[in-house]
């Protein structure tokens, strides 16, 4: 069973720019996680989806963050436009209950220049 | 101050010792998770508890509800356990510790 896959791993993009993560769940997983690491600092949640729904959207910092779920399958977040402090790592993580066991993500290393 | 606490910071260990991490948090939660996240970047979920204990093969986790107060265990340490181990509770929302570097030496 493959686990749950982000792209890009590593994405360099310019202040201003705009950037889009992409997350596919492991298959029938309900639930969504995003959350991000900035340098230095612990794991922040950003936000849950369950299936195509945002259920808990209290972590995402402004709205220069959007994520979608369309059709309940992968998920996306858009940042846009990007500035410095967004720069750390975006995990995205994927569970078929809530709660339940999260299952991660590599990752995607975000540098904002 | 972070409402999930960890200790200690960093860690090293002979292989062979048994070593403890702890986790303290100051909210409300519905379970808690302990993960390991991999030199390469990796996050793997070891356990998801809400009450007692639980063991995989050498690892050993223990929750108190009452104290707020988590425990990671591994047995007969080895080099390949050398990672940075993270605590997340959850509470109306996922909420995690800065992590324990874990390095253990041959």
């Known amino acids: 069973e493959a686990g749950v896959t982000q792209f890009p791993s590593h994405s360099v993009i310019e202040k201003g720019q705009t950037v889009t993560l992409r997350c596919d769940p492991i298959?029938?997983?309900?639930?969504l996680y995003w959350y991000r690491r900035v340098m230095g600092k612990e794991i922040k949640f950003l936000l849950h989806f369950v299936k195509e729904s945002k259920q808990d959207e209290s972590g995402m910092p402004n709205n220069r963050f959007l994520a979608e779920r369309t059709g309940g399958t992968y998920s996306t977040l858009k940042v846009q436009p990007a500035e410095l402090e967004d720069s750390g790592v975006y995990f995205c993580a994927s569970s078929q209950n809530s709660p339940d066991t999260q299952y991660f993500g590599p990752g995607t290393r975000l540098t904002v220049l | 101050k972070n409402e999930v606490e960890q200790s200690p910071q960093n860690l090293t260990a002979q292989e062979g010792e048994f070593i403890t991490i702890n986790c303290s948090y100051s909210?409300?939660?519905?379970?808690l998770h302990w993960l390991q996240q991999h030199p390469g970047g990796g996050i793997v979920s070891l356990f998801m508890l809400s009450s007692g204990k639980k063991k995989h093969g050498r690892l050993i986790a223990t929750i108190n509800i009452q104290e707020k107060h988590s425990s990671l265990h591994i047995t007969a340490s080895h080099p390949r356990d050398s990672a940075v181990y993270i605590c997340?509770?959850?509470?109306?929302?996922?909420?995690f510790g800065a992590g324990t570097r874990l390095t253990v030496k041959p």
């Open positions: 298959s029938g997983h309900d639930n």
């Open positions: 997340a509770v959850r509470g109306n929302d996922m909420r």
């Open positions: 909210v409300g939660i519905s379970a």
